[in-house]
């Protein structure tokens, strides 16, 4: 009895790799999201506007963004261990500085510092699991995104609870320090267990000589995989545009009240669990049938949701909802898995950081084109424009899975 308890615990040993990570990437969007709850308490400590506020987490978030193909390139360079290692304790050294309670300007750099910190993970994070776990790939993204999504709804909650305790005024400077001192010991624990689980030490090393950065881009010239990425990329249209506006889409449009419609908006995110059915089925079934299952409920959902606008039918509405999370956050498991399989190892870091900010900056348009149309031509449009280009997305997959799954 003793024997197999201590098998079974060694068995599940081989996953640190996977929960240490995952945990990171937990850290990281706990830290980023932290920020927009405590706009109203940083305008009160530092007597500053809404835009100033806002320009420091602009700062943070285009850091994190620009750090996507250097700290792919890096990894290639100087190994994933490295990488995510140093990125872990730059967060923590960022989180220390907000701790602090600088001067507004100082307080912003340490925003800043956060970013680059945690830009430096999800890229490098992605080819070191598909590398420690290569017959797992998916079900390790899937475990990585979902825990990385809840570290986005725990921090809005840590901060109130902290606002709470009146011996920790304010209480944002106990939850950075406590965030410090994680990021100290993920990082240790990580680079004292992590390296053993790859295949050979060039993972986590890091690999003898240069890439030329044309060789970073010459991935896209096959045309299937250039089709993927544009599938992608629509995708990311999409959904950036469709989670900044559904609440008050559904407010103004749909005549929901704001706690029906805030409640669908929560229930979009807690569909994330889903990830980590989609990832395990596509480890075993492969990618594409998946990749074109998730985006083709995620536009069945998304087009039944604008169709049934002017229903104002709760239960309806909220069917489409779920339909789209179910959808979007099936689709982002299997889309790394995808992506990760494309790339020769040597450049894999560099190419998925390229294709990441060219996400982002997909993501980065949406919010502000719907915002603009809501103005002009009105909210329902907007939003077909958001239906048709995950239809879009779901086209072009059913054409590569026509072809062939040769992820």
């Known amino acids: 009895m003793g024997s197999t308890t201590a098998a079974r615990l060694r068995g599940l040993g081989r996953f640190d790799a996977l929960v240490l990570t995952a945990l990171i990437w937990f850290l990281a969007k706990f830290l980023r999201y932290a920020f927009p709850p405590l706009f109203e308490p940083l305008q009160a400590s530092y007597s500053v506007s809404n835009t100033a506020v806002g320009a420091a987490f602009t700062a943070f978030m285009v850091v994190y963004a620009l750090l996507q193909f250097p700290s792919g390139l890096l990894a290639d360079r100087l190994g994933s261990v490295t990488v995510i290692v140093g990125g872990a304790l730059l967060a923590a050294a960022g989180a220390f500085g907000v701790a602090l309670e600088p001067p507004f300007l100082a307080l912003v750099a340490a925003m800043v510092v956060i970013g680059a910190g945690t830009g430096a993970h999800k890229t490098v994070a992605i080819r070191l699991l598909s590398r420690a776990y290569p017959a797992r790939t998916g ?18 909650a840590a901060v ?37 689980r790859l295949p050979d030490a060039g993972a986590a090393g890091g690999s003898d000589g240069g890439v030329a950065l044309r060789q970073y881009l010459a991935v896209f ?47 979009l995110f807690a569909l994330s669990l889903v990830q980590l059915a989609t990832g395990e089925v596509g480890d075993r079934v492969g990618t594409l049938p998946v990749i074109f299952a998730a985006l083709g409920v995620a536009t069945v959902g998304l087009v039944s949701l604008v169709a049934l606008t002017p229903t104002g039918n709760l239960l309806a509405l909220g069917a489409a909802v ?17 992506l990760i399989s494309s790339f020769p190892d040597s450049i894999a870091g560099g190419s998925l950081g390229v294709v990441r900010t060219l996400l982002m900056a997909a993501g980065a348009i949406s919010p502000v084109t719907v915002g603009y149309l809501s103005e002009t031509v009105g909210f329902r449009p ?23 799954d040769r992820s």
């Open 139 to 156: 079900r390790a993204l899937g475990v990585l995104d979902t825990i990385g999504t809840f570290g986005g709804v725990a921090a809005p």
């Open 160 to 196: 109130v609870a902290v606002a709470s305790v009146p011996l920790l005024s304010p209480g944002w400077r106990t939850l950075f320090l406590a965030a410090g001192v994680t990021g100290v010991a993920l990082a240790a624990a990580f680079l004292r267990r992590v390296p053993e």
């Open 221 to 267: 010239a096959a045309p299937r995989f250039a089709a993927f990425v544009v599938a992608t990329l629509a995708f990311s249209f999409a959904y950036n545009g469709a989670v900044a506006f559904v609440p008050l889409y559904l407010s103004q449009e749909a005549g929901l009240s704001s706690a029906a419609a805030s409640g669908l908006y929560s229930l």
């Open 322 to 338: 779920v339909a789209f999370g179910i959808g979007s956050h099936g689709f982002r498991p299997v889309r790394g898995s995808f």
């Open 382 to 404: 907007a939003f077909w424009l958001l239906a048709g280009s995950v239809a879009v997305a779901t086209a072009i997959c059913a054409a590569l899975l026509a072809i062939g």
